[in-house]
């Protein structure tokens, strides 16, 4: 925000005047923007007094699919890791690669089903 109240060259009582405000209430916006406490309706305000439009966005670090692909494979990793403690306690363990091939096809059923109960708890 200040930076463009500095660009367009207006002073804190100036762009006090378009908001309303006070030169100490400026101060304090400024000052909430630098610290991470400025509210959205602050911001709102702020950026229609400089003639500007907000766009609050959240922007995923990589792509949700990847991202309900990773936790289907945390829940089914989970899931069968109970069940195969339960059949090597009966001596009906699965080999490595059957285990591998049935923890591939569980997350792909997990992740296509997707929905909120892949982000319960374990």
């Not at 925000?1 to 209430?25: E, N, P």
């Not at 990847?66 to 001596?91: F, G, K, P, S, Y």
């Not at 009906?92 to 591939?104: N, P, R, T, V």
Request: with cysteine.
């Amino acid at each position: 925000m200040r930076a463009i109240r500095d660009a367009l060259g207006l002073t804190v009582r100036q762009f006090g005047g378009r908001l309303g405000k006070s030169h100490s209430t400026v101060v304090a916006l400024e000052q909430g923007e630098i610290a991470g406490t400025l509210t959205l309706a602050g911001l709102q305000k702020a950026a229609e007094a400089l003639d500007c439009t907000l766009h609050y966005v959240l922007v995923p670090n990589r792509p949700l699919a990847d991202m309900v692909h990773d936790r289907a494979r945390v829940v089914a990793e989970a899931r069968l890791a109970r069940i195969d403690h339960t059949m090597r306690l009966e001596n009906q363990g699965l080999s490595e690669a059957d285990l591998a091939a049935e923890l591939d096809r569980l997350t792909e059923d997990y992740a296509g089903r997707g929905g909120r109960r892949l982000w319960d708890a374990l």
